[in-house]
C-alpha cells in the first residue's frame, strides 16, 4: 500500500535510508540519526508529497522531491527514493513513483523530476530509471565544494 508519510514512519525508514547507503559503498557514510534528520526535513518541507511503501503493516520505503517554480513550470526536485532490499523488484518504487507524480502533478501541476544518482549507467539504480523512462540531462552537472575550500580560494 502507498499512502502519506506519518511521523512514527521515519524511526522505521531511516535504517532502511542508512543500510541501503551503506550497500551501496559510494563514499556515504549516512548514521540512523542523520537519516532521521533527513527524513524529518521532508517530512517539515513538503510532507504532502512525502509517501510510504507499506507491506505488512511497516514501512519499507518511501520517495520525496520538493516543488520549485522553474522557467518551464514546478518541478520536482532532489528527489529521494528508496525501497528496503527485501522488498525490492516488487513493483514498490514504480508504486512509488506512480502515486508521487501524481499528486505532484494534480497539487503543483509539476512538468519535470529531476535528482541525482550515482553508479554505472547500465548498473543499478541507473539502469532502473532508464528502463522507466528517466535520462541523463544533456546540459545539467551536478557540483559540489567544500565550503572552506571555496572561502579560501574567493
Given at each position: 500500500m502507498i499512502r502519506l508519510v506519518k511521523l512514527e514512519d521515519i524511526k522505521s525508514l531511516a535504517p532502511i535510508y542508512k543500510s541501503l547507503y551503506d550497500d551501496a559503498d559510494i563514499g556515504?557514510?549516512?548514521?540512523?540519526e542523520s537519516a532521521e534528520k533527513l527524513l524529518n526535513y521532508w517530512y517539515d518541507k513538503q510532507q504532502d508529497l512525502f509517501f510510504v511503501a507499506e507491506e505488512d503493516g511497516k514501512a519499507v520505503g518511501a520517495v520525496m522531491?520538493?516543488?520549485?517554480?522553474?522557467?518551464?513550470?514546478?518541478?520536482?526536485?532532489?528527489?529521494e527514493i528508496f525501497v528496503a532490499k527485501s522488498y525490492q523488484n516488487k513493483h514498490l518504487g514504480k508504486e512509488l513513483y506512480r502515486k508521487h507524480l501524481s499528486?505532484?502533478?494534480r497539487i503543483y501541476n509539476a512538468k519535470v523530476i529531476e535528482f541525482h544518482t550515482y553508479g554505472n549507467e547500465s548498473e543499478f539504480p541507473q539502469n532502473w530509471y532508464g528502463r522507466i523512462g528517466f535520462k541523463k540531462d544533456k546540459e545539467l552537472v551536478i557540483m559540489n565544494a567544500n565550503i572552506e575550500e571555496v572561502l579560501k580560494k574567493i
Open positions: 556515504e557514510f549516512w548514521s540512523i522531491s520538493g516543488v520549485k517554480p522553474w522557467f518551464d513550470g514546478n518541478r520536482l526536485i532532489d528527489t499528486e505532484a502533478q
